[in-house]
């Protein structure tokens, strides 16, 4: 591999040594890329790409929409040489990566490039899990479980890959998938019949061979801390590693840096350790008996606390709270079934698997509201949602964390590197000639990372100090092609009636625009209030305008729908605020009902910013508005995706102009023409 890519890099390097004749206009991207555009400020970017490549630099590099940062990175990455991870946001936008966006460039700069996709494990079919599931098949819950196994084992012969997504006839979300695919906790490893053929394995081999692989931030942290799933074993190999929306990294490594036992994962346990026991250990135990305790401590868990939905922190649940009662016999229970399992563990690799969960489950929930670690402050937490739990032990700050994993023996080689000279090492040092450890350039991009080009929020989160960071303003014009429009009168946000009043003032720019509109909301029940208002109105009005919600449909096929349309109106929450790309006239108006400040009732964020009080800061200012900002500038982002887009950015938050933190916000979002007149707004969205 290490030959290859070396030998790539050498006879290619005199491309490289003229970069803006690749993206000139007569250059090959501008050959096989119909309206093509050539951006300085896509060279300028992947110059600094490919300065950080050649010298194993950390660079964040911002670039508004319609720089092309995709190009900027894929074309340096490609031509350097060497082994390149690129991570993604989202799934989505790694099969996009990897299908459309990577083989084009590929194609057009003529390289023998070799790529590969890799997913976590539950992404791919697992023989084994298919082949128990097809042998009792008394356990699926439903006709449609049938209906979707029939096609699933029709589809796994004639898959290459396995993956899931490739299988379109059964949707996404399932209940089957979980039968027949594996997890970490469930997965026998090499001691399975069916290893050879596994699609995890032959996934982890294609990615191992490859120039290019391509994951997403949940894998590549996931891996990171749980050495499994094939990113430990590239990353030794890698000498590039570039992060796509990376401004979603820091709650990514928060979720992944901590650790959480789930109510879920208790009932997958006792799911597989019935079918397996009574399988495989009949004469062990009376299985039924057995898991019963176990089945009814882990449903005591949601049941202690009643009906309601919350967020709650290990200190505000109080000495006296019911849950701790329910931890009690779960452990309990936990430990009889784990001793079952410790005498029949040799008698089959699911036995032994079962045993090692249980111990691992054991773990999970002894050490939930431990005393913490006084090196690395963290927060237990409870999350409580309509049919389940999880008891999570997060850290608060993951800059350490992250760090040392991506400096990892790098410091500790300067360290102890330093140590010798300083007494006095010779060459009868065993460590002396230790070999450096590898050194790879990380590359962190997305179009929201900085708060008025200033960068510190994002590099402090992850400790990016050592950071060369750079921001490429947007190329579109948006003084000419859009609009921001901010009510007048519209009560607080915080108001009962507030969305419902943003909805009205909408109506006049919905109309004026023939719908083709998004309305974003900040939480699910707005999003709710918001689509009960306007389908009140279009059935008052007669309107033509379909209105689509988030949760009637996937999300690709509401989008399908909304593009179909074509004078739709779509109102959505955070999974709509990014990743969305609609452009030309199907969307000309977005409406953000207020501005997206976090939750108040998360208990990391209210720790965080306990802390950052503590020691002297302002943490309204330095954590909750840059945050905000950032989300601000993603939602705004699904208004102008070309040269050619015009449109109307409505905000029905009055804080952006009557509060002192208002203009920092509104200054961090693109230059477009400001209104607070309402018939300003419709005679240009009449224009349009």
């Known amino acids: 591999m290490g030959d290859r890519g070396d030998n790539r890099a050498l006879s290619l390097a005199p491309s490289l040594m003229d ?5 000139s206009a007569s250059g090959p991207l501008a050959r096989a890329f119909e309206g093509y555009c050539v951006r300085i400020e896509q060279i300028e970017m992947s110059q600094a790409i490919l300065e950080a490549i050649r010298e ?18 894929l074309v340096p990455s490609l031509l350097e040489g060497g082994k390149v991870i690129i991570s993604t ?75 899931k997504a490739e299988c379109p006839s059964v949707p996404e979300h399932a209940s089957i998938w979980a039968r027949v695919t594996s997890t970490r906790e469930n997965c026998l490893g090499s001691e399975c019949q069916r290893y050879n053929d596994c699609f995890v394995m032959k996934a982890r081999r294609e990615a191992q061979d490859a120039d290019v692989v391509v994951v997403n931030h949940h894998l590549f942290f996931a891996d990171l801390m749980l050495r499994e799933e094939g990113v430990p074993e590239l990353l030794p190999t890698a000498q590039t590693i570039i ?134 402050p963290e927060l237990c937490w409870v999350d409580v949602s309509t049919h389940g739990i999880q008891l999570h032990r997060t850290p608060i700050s ?39 450890p590898p050194q790879r350039a990380w590359i962190f991009t997305s179009a929201t990372l900085a708060v008025k080009n200033n960068f510190s929020h994002f590099t402090e989160g992850l400790g990016l100090e050592d950071a060369t960071c750079a921001s490429w303003a947007s190329p579109y014009d948006y003084p000419s092609q859009a609009m921001l429009y901010v009510p007048q009168h519209l009560p607080a946000p915080n108001h009962p009636d507030h969305t419902q009043a943003v909805v009205d003032a909408a109506l006049p720019l919905i109309e004026a625009n023939r719908g083709r509109a998004f309305v974003l909301c900040t939480s699910l029940r707005a999003v709710g209030k918001a689509t009960e208002r306007l389908k009140q109105i279009a059935k008052e009005r007669d309107w033509p305008y379909p209105i689509l919600q988030q949760g009637d449909a996937p999300r690709p096929t509401l989008l399908e729908d909304f593009r179909r349309a074509g004078n739709a109106v779509l109102v959505g929450s955070h999974s709509f605020w990014e990743g969305i790309d609609v452009k030309g006239d199907a969307l000309t108006l977005v409406v953000i009902d207020k501005l997206p400040f976090a939750p108040p009732d998360d208990p990391v964020l209210a720790k965080r910013l306990e802390l950052l009080e ?31 887009d015009r449109g109307v950015l409505m905000i029905g938050d009055t804080r952006l102009i009557d509060r002192p933190y208002g203009r920092r916000i509104w200054q961090s979002l693109p230059p477009m023409k400001r209104t607070r007149v309402e018939a300003d707004v419709v005679d240009f969205l009449r224009t349009l």
């Open 89 to 163: 946001g989202t799934k989505a936008l790694q099969d996009q990566l990897y299908h459309r966006d990577l083989p084009a460039v590929r194609d057009a700069l003529a390289v023998p490039v070799k790529t590969a996709l890799l997913k976590g494990r539950s992404n791919y079919l697992c023989w084994h899990h298919l082949d128990r599931t097809n042998q009792d098949a008394t356990l699926l819950a439903s006709r449609q479980e049938v209906k979707d196994l029939s096609l699933i084992n029709r589809f796994i012969h004639l898959s290459q890959t396995g993956d």
């Open 614 to 644: 503590k020691n002297g800061g302002n943490p309204f200012m330095e954590h909750q508005v840059p945050q905000a900002i950032i989300a601000l500038k993603q939602g705004a982002g699904r208004l102008i995706r070309s040269e050619t």
């Open 243 to 376: 992060f796509d929306e990376a401004h979603q990294l820091p709650d990514t490594a928060t979720l992944f840096f901590g650790d959480t036992l789930s109510s879920a994962q208790l009932l997958d346990f006792l799911r597989d350790a019935l079918a397996t026991g009574m399988a495989q250990a009949r004469d062990a135990a009376h299985w039924p008996d057995l898991l019963a305790p176990l089945d009814r401590a882990t449903r005591d868990l949601r049941l202690s606390f009643g009906g309601q939905t919350q967020r709650l922190s290990h200190a505000q649940l109080g000495a006296d709270h019911p849950l701790y009662a329910t931890m009690e016999r779960l452990r309990d229970a936990l430990y009889e079934v784990d001793e079952v399992l410790e005498t029949q563990a040799e008698r089959s690799p699911e036995l032994k698997q079962l045993h090692r969960r249980a111990q691992a489950l054991r773990q999970n929930l002894i050490a939930w509201g431990a005393p913490e670690r006084s090196n690395e």
């Open 19 to 23: 970069l803006p004749q690749l993206f």
């Open 56 to 73: 194993s630099k950390t660079v964040v590099l911002e670039a508004g929409t319609g720089v092309g940062k995709t190009a900027a990175y």
């Open 398 to 436: 993951v800059a350490d964390v992250f760090r040392r994993q991506r400096l990892g023996d790098a410091s500790e080689h300067v360290g102890e590197e330093n140590a010798a000279s300083s007494h006095g090492a010779t060459e009868a040092d065993p460590d002396s000639h230790r070999p450096a």
